[in-house]
């Protein structure tokens, strides 16, 4: 979501962001890809154990299903965050 929160739609520091269930876990919403977006932690306690629209908010995106591009950024991103990684993600 380049670090932008999908609610908002500021952009911050991963450090500052989390993972929302857009359809709540506590509403059978899954923990994938297609129902994960990244979100500041104003939106997600705004949000709380509701849907967007119950919240009255609504989403910059749609989450996005993983892709081989993902895939590929989260490992540049790991690589640069866990040194034991970088032997086998660069090379």
Request: with cysteine; hydrophobic share 25%; proline share 8%.
């Amino acid at each position: 979501d380049r670090y932008t929160c999908q609610y908002c739609g500021k952009t911050l520091p991963a450090s500052e962001l989390t993972l929302d269930h857009v359809v709540p876990r506590s509403r059978n919403g899954e923990t994938s890809w297609e129902n994960l977006v990244a979100c500041c932690h104003p939106c997600n306690n705004r949000k709380g154990n509701r849907t967007p629209e119950e919240a009255g908010m609504k989403l910059l995106h749609p989450p996005r299903p993983y892709t081989l591009h993902t895939g590929r950024h989260l490992m540049r991103l790991l690589g640069k965050s866990d040194e034991r990684w970088q032997k086998y993600l660069f090379y």
